[in-house]
Nanobody
Framework: QVQLVESGGGLVQAGGSLRLSCAGS????????MGWFRQAPGKEREFVAN????????LHADSVKGRFTISRDNAKNTVYLQMNSLKPEDTAVYYC???????????????????WGQGTQVTVSS
């Protein structure tokens, strides 16, 4: 069974840091672009960051640029999201995703990803 499992979420004060992990199982994701998305209550799921399997190139949403960093460890079949200088508006359920392995560059839209984790809650208090 192919799975992505996120961990590392929790409650943190504004200005604090968290590191999310997303571990893949059931198959290797070393040749899949990976992404992080988030969904706040009453809002649509939005793009946070992605990372290419080809050369490790990353892309971050403007709202998190300079504060969040996506990375991957193919040997561990795991992708990470380091989140620093957290703000209350970062509060959301965070999801990791893997694409189908056929795209040349990683996408920013949810439909471009085929595998999804169950999500992990991040709550930032003011």
């Amino acid at each position: 069974q192919v799975q992505l499992v996120e961990s590392g979420g929790g409650l943190v004060q504004a200005g604090g840091s968290l590191r999310l992990s997303c571990a893949g199982s059931g198959r290797t994701f070393s040749r899949n672009h990976m992404g992080w998305f988030r969904q706040a209550p009453g809002k649509e799921r939005e793009f946070v960051a992605n990372i290419s399997w080809r050369d490790g190139t990353t892309l971050h949403a403007d709202s998190v640029k300079g504060r969040f960093t996506i990375s991957r460890d193919n040997a561990k079949n795991t992708v990470y999201l380091q989140m620093n200088s957290l703000k209350p508006e970062d509060t959301a359920v965070y999801y990791c995703a893997a694409d189908g392995g056929i795209r040349i560059i990683p996408g920013r839209a949810t439909f471009e990803y085929d595998y999804w984790g169950q999500g992990t809650q991040v709550t930032v208090s003011s």
